[in-house]
């Protein structure tokens, strides 16, 4: 069955550190993939996505790049802030008689210290 | 302002008593959905709707309702809560993934959450 796979939290980096969250899944045909962000006491919101395979998201200095044969979509940031600290979720997309299934990861918490 | 309004957004109540939390979109979406999500476990869809008068369950459906008599309006309904209810409830909304140029790369928009503590 359709599945997303995040590594556990919470991570924990310093100021100006590397990020890399790791995400994989399995799904049926050929999935969107995305990365959601939360931030504490509010709702996800869309951080990328990547609709087809070697597509690369990008935003706020996050990327992911869409590798199909490793059913991967890793979240990477080159230099995080303490503003990044919130909850990633990745998850994938695919349509199936008219109904968007969407299926989430479980969370990846990051906290970055000054 | 485009956005998903959910209301309230803190409840407690006690076992068997009623509730309703409403959600409502203003981007006239044909797409809403209800999730939980509880530690460790991520976000789960409890039900969904296509368009008006068009609800199917989604994951984890046991113990809730669903209406779409509106466009914009979704609200997921408790008729007898139980502690394991207990969780953060969000709704979200997207356009059709069959519409003109809809497809699985359709964004969802959240709503702010609800956080239901039963007792």
């Known amino acids: 069955g359709d599945s997303v796979t995040q590594m556990e939290g919470p991570v924990t980096l310093s100021e100006e550190a590397f990020l890399t969250i790791n995400c994989t899944y399995t799904?049926?045909?050929?999935?969107?993939l995305f990365w959601y962000v939360q931030y504490p006491g509010e709702g996800l919101q869309l951080l990328l996505k990547?609709?087809?395979?070697?597509d690369k998201g990008s935003n706020k200095g996050f990327e992911a790049t869409y590798r199909k044969e490793t059913t991967s979509f890793h979240l990477e940031k080159g230099s995080v802030q303490v503003s990044d600290s919130a909850v990633y979720f990745c998850?994938?997309?695919?349509?199936?008689?008219?109904?968007?299934?969407?299926?989430f990861g479980t969370g990846t918490k990051l906290q970055v210290i000054p | 302002e485009a956005q998903v309004t959910q209301n309230p957004r803190y409840l407690i109540t006690v076992t068997g008593k009623k509730l309703t939390v409403t959600c409502s979109q203003n981007?006239?979406?044909?797409?809403m959905s209800w999730y939980r999500q509880d530690p460790g476990l991520g976000l789960r869809q409890i039900y969904y709707?296509?368009?008006?008068?068009?609800?199917d369950k989604g994951d984890v459906p046991e113990g809730y309702k669903v209406s779409r008599k509106e466009k914009r309006n979704f609200p997921l309904i408790l008729e007898s809560p139980s502690p394991n209810q207990t969780s953060l409830y969000f709704c979200?909304?997207?356009?059709?993934?069959?519409?003109?140029?809809?497809?699985?790369?359709?964004?969802?928009?959240f709503g702010p959450g609800t956080r239901l503590l039963v007792l």
């Open positions: 979200a909304s997207s356009l059709s993934p069959e519409g003109l140029a809809g497809g699985p790369w359709e964004t969802q928009y």
């Open positions: 799904a049926t045909g050929y999935p969107s």
């Open positions: 990547a609709t087809k395979a070697d």
């Open positions: 998850a994938h997309s695919r349509t199936s008689g008219g109904y968007q299934k969407v299926t």
């Open positions: 981007m006239n979406h044909e797409y």
């Open positions: 709707s296509m368009n008006v008068e068009v609800t």
